[in-house]
């Protein structure tokens, strides 16, 4: 049975360009494999603790030797790995907050990088490879070559970098000037984050091919 894993990250609901996106992959997915299951997390709703001097040091602690708030942080660990390497595909929502990456996300690739879990303890070898990443990520502004603030765009290649610790490989499909409908001064570039939003969807639909039924 294929399987699906669902994660958004954005805080702003309904209004969410990235979780709009996710949906509509979401549907997609389903609509190409109906026998498939799928697991659904929201960051932006129920966000991983950051590590501290507790979770990061569970891992290197035999379990029989654990502190019970140790015991709770290696469990989430692991339940965080174990969705990733029970899915055969895995959508995440990526919205643009200050230029980086929600720290929502940035907590759950630290839980997600756990050696002996998603990496070799001994080698370092990525052991969460061979799934399909595809990341659907949102920015407020326009961040391409030419742009006043061309590079400033930091998420995706900071996600590209952390989880290659795992094996897992991002795709990225991305919508720009998602603030232009709300902003404005940038009401002359509405046509342009249309068209952006455009072609995200149909990157999304040529994703998957649907299951017809005869």
Same mark, same amino acid.
């Given at each position: 049975?294929?399987?699906? !894993?669902?994660?958004?990250?954005?805080?702003?609901?309904?209004?969410?360009?990235?979780?709009?996106?996710?949906?509509?992959?979401?549907?997609?997915? @389903?609509?190409?494999?109906?026998?498939?299951?799928?697991?659904?997390?929201?960051?932006?709703?129920?966000?991983?603790?950051?590590?501290? $001097?507790?979770?990061?040091? &569970?891992?290197?602690?035999?379990?029989?030797? %654990?502190?019970?708030?140790?015991? &709770?942080?290696?469990?989430?660990?692991? %339940?965080?790995?174990?969705?990733?390497?029970?899915?055969? +595909?895995?959508?995440?929502?990526?919205?643009?907050?200050?230029?980086?990456?929600?720290?929502?996300?940035?907590?759950?690739?630290?839980?997600?990088?756990?050696?002996?879990?998603?990496?070799?303890?001994? $080698?370092?070898?990525? !052991?969460?490879?061979?799934?399909?990443?595809?990341?659907?990520? &949102?920015?407020?502004?326009?961040?391409?070559?030419?742009?006043?603030?061309?590079?400033?765009?930091?998420?995706?290649?900071?996600? +590209?970098?952390?989880?290659?610790?795992?094996? !897992?490989?991002?795709?990225?499909?991305?919508?720009?000037?998602?603030?232009?409908?709300? @902003?404005?001064?940038?009401?002359?570039?509405?046509? !342009?984050?249309?068209?952006?939003?455009?072609?995200?969807?149909? &990157?999304?639909?040529?994703?998957? +091919?649907?299951?017809?039924?005869?």
């Amino acid at each position: 049975m294929p399987r699906l !894993l669902h994660i958004d990250s954005s805080v702003q609901g309904d209004r969410s360009i990235s979780r709009r996106l996710t949906a509509r992959a979401a549907a997609a997915w @389903q609509a190409a494999h109906p026998d498939g299951s799928v697991t659904y997390r929201d960051l932006g709703a129920d966000p991983l603790p950051h590590l501290d $001097t507790t979770s990061a040091s &569970a891992g290197a602690v035999p379990a029989d030797e %654990r502190t019970s708030a140790q015991a &709770a942080s290696w469990e989430l660990v692991e %339940r965080v790995v174990g969705e990733v390497r029970e899915a055969d +595909t895995v959508l995440l929502g990526l919205p643009l907050y200050n230029y980086g990456a929600p720290s929502s996300v940035k907590a759950w690739v630290d839980h997600l990088i756990a050696p002996g879990l998603s990496l070799d303890a001994a $080698t370092g070898e990525p !052991l969460l490879g061979g799934r399909e990443f595809l990341v659907l990520a &949102a920015r407020g502004g326009g961040y391409g070559p030419g742009t006043p603030r061309e590079g400033w765009a930091h998420a995706e290649q900071w996600l +590209t970098h952390g989880v290659s610790l795992t094996g !897992l490989d991002p795709v990225f499909i991305t919508a720009e000037l998602t603030l232009a409908p709300m @902003q404005p001064a940038m009401a002359e570039l509405i046509p !342009l984050f249309e068209e952006s939003l455009a072609d995200a969807e149909r &990157a999304i639909d040529r994703r998957w +091919t649907p299951v017809t039924v005869a």
